[in-house]
């Protein structure tokens, strides 16, 4: 059995503010949340896109992305390694699960934060606890708390991908916001009025924050 006592962290020759000097800007988390089609996705891209132009170093991990990949689930492993692997490794959408999909890619996000990079990510992350052991594992500043509100009623008339439609349904179960809970930010750095304003004056706004934050100049 492997013991993980045998683990080291070995320190990088290339410091952090090295890093950051090379950029040109701070690196931090900027970690949106919010109910299934409120316009996470929509307003971090639109936010890259406006980072980017000004030659800024920036990266948006995406909920959806993720699932595809690094947090694939069980059905998307079975097909590439078979069902035993896919029962040990695959994340689903229990509590526990989220739970884990949260904490994984926290831990990538704090390594695109510390090599010096804009970093966005789009996850409903609905559970505070799991927001809150992601903000309280960086550094102070760091983690910036996005709310993306908009309600459940906005969320549902958008509904691009069918997923609260199925839900009334019956067809998914523990859909955030219809059969298992959305709890949203105590204290976010940011609110963003997604069920009135456009998503252009939102991707405004998180620059605003950033240049305000002395993230970015």
């Not at 900027?30 to 299934?36: A, E, M, P, V």
């Not at 906005?154 to 067809?171: I, S, T």
Request: hydrophobic residues 35%.
């Amino acid at each position: 059995m492997a013991n993980d006592t045998n683990v080291h962290w070995h320190e990088h020759s290339v410091t952090r503010k090295e890093r950051e000097e090379l950029n040109g800007h701070r690196g931090c988390v900027i970690w949106f949340t919010g109910l299934s089609a409120c316009g996470k996705s929509t307003v971090s891209n639109l936010v890259d896109h406006k980072l980017h132009k000004r030659g800024l170093r920036s990266y948006v991990l995406d909920g959806d992305n993720v699932r595809h990949g690094l947090n694939a689930g069980p059905g998307m492993l079975k097909e590439r390694h078979g069902e035993e692997f896919a029962k040990r490794f695959g994340l689903g959408f229990s509590a526990q699960d989220r739970e884990e999909n949260i904490r994984r890619i926290g831990a990538v996000a704090k390594l695109f934060a510390d090599a010096g990079v804009l970093t966005l990510t789009a996850f409903i992350s609905p559970y505070r606890r799991d927001r809150d052991s992601i903000r309280e594992s960086m550094s102070e500043g760091d983690f910036v708390e996005v709310f993306v509100d908009a309600p459940i009623e906005v969320c549902e008339k958008r509904d691009p991908k069918g997923l609260y439609k199925k839900a009334r349904a019956g067809e998914i179960k523990g859909f955030t916001g219809i059969d298992d809970p959305y709890e949203p930010p105590a204290k976010p750095e940011l609110v963003l009025d997604a069920g009135a304003k456009e998503a252009e004056a939102l991707a405004d706004e998180v620059i605003a924050y950033l240049e305000s934050s002395g993230k970015i100049s």
